[in-house]
């Protein structure tokens, strides 16, 4: 379970804007909002290696984050809501927080981890993970890191749907339980010949055809009149 509360302190912001969010990146600040519960969103700024630390514990993007006002002694105990990261270069650029109660329950996208090696896998079968992540919804601190589903009874043909999970205490699955595929085992797709190969050898058979074979077009210089092929005398 995530079960694992984080202090991190973070600065309130008066200015906002893209000028202003580029300015704070600039010093290594992440620009982010809290939203509270009895209070509108706070506009926050965050130091960029301290919020990745919080967030690679082993709790990951689930961890119970103790967020602090700089100046303020309140905690507000929160969680990662969204992110937004660099595509090029993999930095955090924005954050949203959630304060929530620890007493009233959830909902969080949760990662599925495919662990054994599927039997189909000896039977020319390929095993392909449909589904990547499924909604649960469970107290803050009961939110579970990650989920484990075994697949090693699989064959060829077998799948697993979100039914197959095995139960956890105190989470509850919303997705639907029959129509959520998870996993497959199926025979690779055999190799389809394009049709432009396939045009392309038509072509090939055509020009290897003798002189004078069906098919072939009439001489341009015959005479409607005369036999194929002559010239008036």
């Known amino acids: ?7 991190l302190e973070v600065a ?4 906002r804007g893209s000028a202003e969010s580029r300015r704070l990146r600039k010093r290594g600040l992440v620009p982010g909002v809290l939203y509270g519960r009895g209070h509108q969103p706070r506009a926050i700024a965050i130091p960029e290696r301290e919020l990745r630390r919080v967030l690679t514990t082993s ?3 689930h961890a119970i ?3 602090v006002l700089e100046g303020q002694k309140t905690t507000h105990a929160s969680i990662l809501k969204d992110h937004q990261e660099d595509p090029l270069r993999g930095r955090l650029i924005h954050v949203d927080l959630q304060e929530v109660r620890l007493d009233q329950p959830i909902q969080a996208q949760v990662v599925v981890n495919l662990i054994g090696e599927a039997a189909g896998a000896d039977e020319g079968g390929v095993l392909s993970q449909v589904t990547r992540e499924v909604m649960v919804e469970a107290l803050p601190m009961e939110i579970p890191e990650h989920i484990d589903l075994d697949v090693s009874g699989m064959h060829v043909g077998d799948a697993l ?8 205490e105190g989470v509850a699955y919303l997705d639907d339980p029959e129509e959520t ?4 085992v199926t025979l690779p797709t055999p190799e389809i010949v394009e049709e432009a190969e ?3 050898e038509g072509v090939l058979g055509e020009e290897e055809l003798p002189e004078g074979a069906a098919g072939e077009p009439a001489d341009a210089g015959g005479d409607a009149a005369g036999e194929p092929g002559t010239v008036p005398g």
Not at 1 to 7: C, D, K, L
Not at 12 to 15: A, G, H, K, L, S
Request: net charge negative; hydrophobic share 55%; charged share 30%.
């Open 181 to 184: 595929v998870l996993a497959t």
């Open 65 to 67: 984050l103790d967020v």
């Open 59 to 61: 709790a990951g993007l």
């Open 12 to 15: 309130e912001r008066e200015v």
């Open 1 to 7: 379970m995530a079960g694992e509360r984080i202090r």
């Open 198 to 200: 396939a045009a392309e």
């Open 161 to 168: 749907r979100l039914a197959d999970l095995p139960a956890m």
